[in-house]
């Protein structure tokens, strides 16, 4: 069975830092790429990163030099250290696999894990 599992959601304060995790089960790990996207309620998906396998990474303009995308390819897990956290960050985050190398073609999709930032 193909999974997804996020995790290290929660409430902190702003300027705080969370680190996300995103592992991975059921499939070559090693054949996708692992992207994170965030939601905010009544706004629409959002981008936020992506890594290949060789450690190649790729960020939004609005988080990059905040977050940072990493990948421990032997715990089949992806991670997003979120350093100075603003309000505006507060969604509900999700990873995905992208089988085309971090081109946008997702072929599986996490629950997501809620982030709250408080000012």
């Not at 409430?11 to 680190?19: F, I, K, N, P």
């Not at 706004?43 to 303009?61: H, M, V």
């Not at 505006?88 to 629950?111: F, H, N, P």
């Amino acid at each position: 069975e193909v999974q997804l599992v996020e995790s290290g959601g929660g409430l902190v304060q702003a300027g705080g830092s969370l680190r996300l995790s995103c592992a991975a089960s059921g499939f070559t790990f090693d054949d996708f790429a692992i992207a994170w996207f965030r939601q905010a309620p009544g706004k629409e998906r959002e981008w936020l990163s992506c890594i290949i396998s060789d450690g190649t990474a790729y960020y939004a303009d609005s988080v990059k030099g905040r977050f940072t995308i990493s990948s421990d390819n032997a715990k089949n897990t992806v991670y997003l250290q979120m350093n100075s956290l603003k309000p505006e960050d507060t969604a509900v985050y999700y990873c995905a696999a992208d089988r085309s190398m971090c081109k946008g073609l997702y072929d599986y999709w996490g629950q997501g894990t809620q982030v709250t930032v408080s000012s």
